[in-house]
């Protein structure tokens, strides 16, 4: 047998041993004729992936409205809610809370981390932002199916859409997702992987109001993300995608179809072992019973707070992380509302127990403010808090009573009068138009001749009457308004007694005038408006000059008169729990015991207190302001105030002289004199005469010797 040859036909070769290049007869290779059909389709790809290039490299560059800086960008934090601050720095509360807890990547389990990264984005640690492969095959599909079936949002993306980009959320679609595009692409240049992925999963919404995985995992499991399980885990990630659908609060069997795909995804990417994925199917759903709510402080002072940046910045711009610094003072706020409450509750059992209540629920109100100022401390708008409800501080117009008689005995001391001038106290009977007015003192006890200082210290209703019958109604209005009562002011008889209707706002700083020396200031809440990034959006102007309404001499006079109030009068309840030092104040109590009031200062502070009812009608039987509303101040400013006084007591200002007289009569007080005044005057109008209803008794021998000596020797020894 001969050997086999090979006989399968061989290629040319080439003269220098190679292949030779098969040729057309027109001398083209194949690749020419390739690219002889194709050269427009290579040229379109060429010039495609030239402008991806491109476009990608345009995305990184920062050339839209509001594009922020690195240091904006490395600086952000979701917000939580707009802080609102005190004058000390202290957070007295947030004007919006946004139901989310911002945490660190390291406070978040792995599993958590892997479940949002398997289902929102599993290329997230290989795109720069953008991913152009995952936009190609979402492209593709809804190409093929001719309708929107895919999405290519990346994490990077969607953490753009939800901060930097919110403002041009009501733009056309193409320009929101451009500047989406080119944020995206500059979170990546100016922050890590992981830090992206701690703002995603901080900044993310899951439904039910709540934002960020910390919030959600206290919303739905009632725990800490930091404690839940690998199902709950893929719970979470299971939402994005349909906040309100997927929740198991409204489907639970959809919700657990939506869990176990969020399995599946992960064990596809490699993050679980098949057998682990299916245990986690598994295990049933458990859903806290109750909803989470950030803890949270409301206030009627909030409210008041909310309003203010409302009106300066506009009711359509976002407050969600605005600093607002106000004049509050946060221990004085909560002192205050304690005192409301708690005081409206005891005033409450006595109507209840005196069949006054008809149904409804005793209420009050509080305002304090710097009377050097104006700056409001604290501020209390009902006995319970109402989001957005009626703010009795300055919408509730009620009869001040008695807390108006200050604003008489200012008009008299600018009249000649003096605390030691004398007034009846007895009945008394005024011709009104149509009427003849009888206004009687509480429990028809009079006085009968007493010095104007004690008139106001024991509420005397007959004596007011003649002191303003003497001055004017028209004077004391003028008075009233100077001071700061911007309410209807009719100069009639019984504005001497308070008939007539303010608001606590109102009163109380009409009242600061008494505190300052006659200086009328006006209510301040706010002094400045911080954005996130500490730009000041708005700054409370200097104030002007205070204006002086009332000479200082007369604000003096009435304030050392207010003190006998608080020290013997109807406020006495003050120095019996325990309020020291300089304290001045006026009660109040309307017709019937429909209103009471007590309004008091000290050099630093004004603060009113009021209770009643909205509808007016009769709280008790002996209501009283002195009994029912004094206790409330006491219990506030022992609680809350701890200012230091500028002084341990009111100065006298230059311009008056200093006598001491007898406390019944107004005159120069002796040795003999049982009760004495310590009191200041205007040059000329001091009392020049010694008192002669105690004078040096003549010798005898009759059985009250031995105690007139004893008066006398305890008069001038002190004991």
């Known amino acids: 047998m001969t050997a086999p040859t090979n006989d399968f036909p061989r290629e040319p070769e080439s003269p220098s041993g190679g292949w030779l290049v098969q040729l057309r007869d027109d001398g083209a290779t194949p690749a020419r004729?390739?690219?002889?059909?194709?050269?427009?389709?290579?040229?379109?790809?060429?010039?495609?992936?030239?402008?991806?290039?491109?476009?990608?490299?345009?995305?990184?560059?920062?050339?839209?409205?509001?594009?922020?800086?690195?240091?904006?960008?490395?600086?952000?934090?979701?917000?939580?809610?707009?802080?609102?601050?005190?004058?000390?720095?202290?957070?007295?509360?947030?004007?919006?809370?946004?139901?989310?807890?911002?945490?660190?990547?390291?406070?978040?389990?792995?599993?958590?981390?892997?479940?949002?990264?398997?289902?929102?984005?599993?290329?997230?640690?290989?795109?720069?932002?953008?991913?152009?492969?995952?936009?190609?095959?979402?492209?593709?599909?809804?190409?093929?199916?001719?309708?929107?079936?895919?999405?290519?949002?990346?994490?990077?993306?969607?953490?753009?859409?939800?901060?930097?980009?919110?403002?041009?959320?009501?733009?056309?679609?193409?320009?929101?997702?451009?500047?989406?595009?080119?944020?995206?692409?500059?979170?990546?240049?100016?922050?890590?992987?992981?830090?992206?992925?701690?703002?995603?999963?901080?900044?993310?919404?899951?439904g039910n109001g709540v934002y960020g995985v910390e919030a959600a995992s206290r919303d739905l499991f009632g725990k800490s993300v930091g404690k839940i399980t690998l199902d709950e885990g893929a719970m979470l990630a299971a939402l994005p995608k349909g906040p309100s659908i997927y929740t198991p609060r409204r489907d639970e069997e959809r919700a657990t179809t939506r869990r176990n795909l969020v399995l599946l995804l992960m064990t596809r990417e490699g993050y679980l072992t098949p057998q682990r994925a299916s245990r986690a199917m598994q295990r049933p759903m458990h859903v806290a019973p109750e909803e989470w709510r950030p803890s949270q402080v409301n206030s009627y002072a909030l409210d008041a707070v909310r309003s203010f940046v409302d009106s300066v910045l506009g009711g359509t711009r976002d407050v969600g992380d605005l600093a607002v610094f106000t004049t509050l003072d946060v221990r004085a706020q909560r002192a205050a509302e304690r005192a409301v409450s708690a005081q409206a509750m005891t005033i409450q059992r006595e109507s209840d127990w005196s069949g006054h209540s008809r149904g409804e629920h005793v209420q009050g109100a509080m305002v304090a403010l710097d009377p050097r100022t104006g700056e409001l401390r604290a501020l209390v708008g009902g006995r319970e808090y109402e989001r957005k409800g009626f703010n009795r501080v300055f919408n509730a117009h009620r009869q001040p009573g008695s807390a108006f008689k200050p604003f008489v005995y200012a008009a008299a001391m600018s009249s000649g009068f003096t605390p030691a001038s004398i007034v009846d106290d007895s009945p008394v009977e005024v011709d009104a138009p149509g009427l003849r007015w009888r206004p009687a003192n509480f429990n028809d006890e009079y006085l009968g001749r007493v010095t104007l200082r004690r008139a106001l210290a024991h509420s005397a209703n007959a004596a007011t009457v003649r002191v303003s019958q003497s001055v004017g109604e028209q004077r004391v209005a003028d008075v009233a308004r100077r001071a700061g009562i911007t309410s209807p002011l009719k100069p009639v008889p019984s504005i001497a007694l308070g008939a007539l209707e303010v608001t606590p706002i109102e009163i109380v700083t009409a009242y600061a005038i008494f505190a300052n020396g006659g200086l009328r200031v006006h209510p301040t809440l706010v002094r400045r408006i911080d954005a996130k990034d500490g730009t000041t959006l708005w700054r409370a102007d200097t104030p002007p000059e205070p204006l002086r309404v009332m000479d200082a001499r007369d604000a003096f006079q009435v304030t050392s008169m207010l003190e006998s109030v608080v020290n013997e009068g109807t406020g006495r309840a003050l120095r019996s729990m325990g309020v020291e030092g300089a304290v001045a104040g006026k009660t109040g109590t309307t017709n019937n015991g429909t209103d009471v009031w007590f309004v008091g200062f000290t050099p630093t502070l004004v603060a009113g207190f009021w209770f009643g009812y909205d509808t007016p009608h009769a709280i008790s039987n002996d209501?009283?302001?002195?009994?029912?509303?004094?206790?409330?101040?006491?219990?506030?400013?022992?609680?809350?105030?701890?200012?230091?006084?500028?002084?341990?007591?009111?100065?006298?200002?230059?311009?008056?002289?200093?006598?001491?007289?007898?406390?019944?009569?107004?005159?120069?007080?002796?040795?003999?004199?049982?009760?004495?005044?310590?009191?200041?005057?205007?040059?000329?109008?001091?009392?020049?005469?010694?008192?002669?209803?105690?004078?040096?008794?003549?010798?005898?021998?009759?059985?009250?010797?031995?105690?007139?000596?004893?008066?006398?020797?305890?008069?001038?020894?002190?004991?």
């Open 33 to 206: 004729e390739w690219m002889r059909r194709r050269w427009k389709s290579f040229a379109l790809l060429v010039l495609a992936a030239s402008g991806v290039v491109t476009f990608d490299a345009w995305l990184g560059t920062c050339g839209f409205a509001g594009c922020p800086s690195a240091g904006d960008i490395q600086a952000f934090r979701p917000a939580e809610g707009s802080r609102v601050i005190d004058r000390t720095g202290a957070l007295v509360g947030r004007l919006e809370y946004v139901r989310r807890v911002n945490v660190p990547l390291d406070r978040i389990p792995l599993h958590v981390r892997q479940a949002f990264i398997a289902t929102e984005d599993r290329r997230f640690y290989k795109h720069g932002g953008v991913d152009w492969r995952g936009a190609a095959r979402a492209a593709l599909r809804n190409v093929r199916e001719m309708r929107w079936r895919e999405g290519f949002s990346t994490i990077t993306m969607q953490v753009a859409r939800n901060t930097f980009t919110r403002g041009h959320a009501n733009e056309r679609s193409l320009k929101r997702k451009l500047v989406e595009l080119r944020m995206a692409r500059l979170l990546e240049r100016h922050l890590t992987k992981d830090q992206i992925l701690e703002l995603y999963l901080n900044v993310i919404y899951l």
């Open 623 to 719: 209501a009283s302001g002195g009994r029912l509303a004094a206790p409330a101040w006491a219990r506030f400013y022992t609680a809350g105030w701890r200012e230091p006084m500028v002084t341990e007591e009111f100065e006298a200002p230059d311009g008056l002289v200093m006598r001491v007289v007898d406390a019944d009569n107004g005159e120069l007080a002796n040795d003999f004199c049982p009760v004495t005044q310590r009191e200041w005057f205007k040059p000329g109008t001091e009392p020049t005469t010694s008192c002669q209803d105690h004078r040096e008794p003549p010798i005898s021998w009759d059985g009250r010797f031995p105690e007139r000596v004893g008066t006398a020797l305890r008069k001038i020894f002190h004991f």
